[in-house]
Nanobody, 125 residues
Framework: QVQLVESGGGLVQAGNSLRLSCAAS????????MGWFRQAPGKEREFVAS????????VYSDAVKGRFTISRDNARNTVYLQMNNLKVEDTAVYYC??????????????????WGQGTQVTVSS
């Protein structure tokens, strides 16, 4: 059974940093795109970042570009999201996702096959 388990969320003040982790089990995703999405209360799920299978190509939403960095460790079957200079508007539940197919970066949530349960990130002013 495939599982994605996020960790690292919490409550921080604006301007501070958090690092989210997503550990996958049940199969390897070393040949697949992985990504992060977020959903704030009353809003639709939105794309945050995606990374290709080898970790040498990534893309970001305009809202987080320059502040967030996605990375992966294929040996650990884990993807990370380093979030710096956090803003109140970054408050959301953050989800990691993985594609079942060999793929490059993916922006659309409908192209991902596996999802974690989410981790809450709350940024206070």
């Amino acid at each position: 059974q495939v599982q994605l388990v996020e960790s690292g969320g919490g409550l921080v003040q604006a301007g501070n940093s958090l690092r989210l982790s997503c550990a996958a089990s049940g199969r390897t995703f070393s040949g697949n795109a992985m990504g992060w999405f977020r959903q704030a209360p009353g809003k639709e799920r939105e794309f945050v970042a995606s990374i290709n299978w080898s970790g040498d190509y990534d893309v970001y939403s305009d809202a987080v570009k320059g502040r967030f960095t996605i990375s992966r460790d294929n040996a650990r079957n884990t993807v990370y999201l380093q979030m710096n200079n956090l803003k109140v508007e970054d408050t959301a539940v953050y989800y990691c996702a993985a594609s079942a197919k060999r793929s490059t970066v993916l922006r659309a949530w409908g192209l991902y096959d596996y999802w974690g349960q989410g981790t809450q990130v709350t940024v206070s002013s």
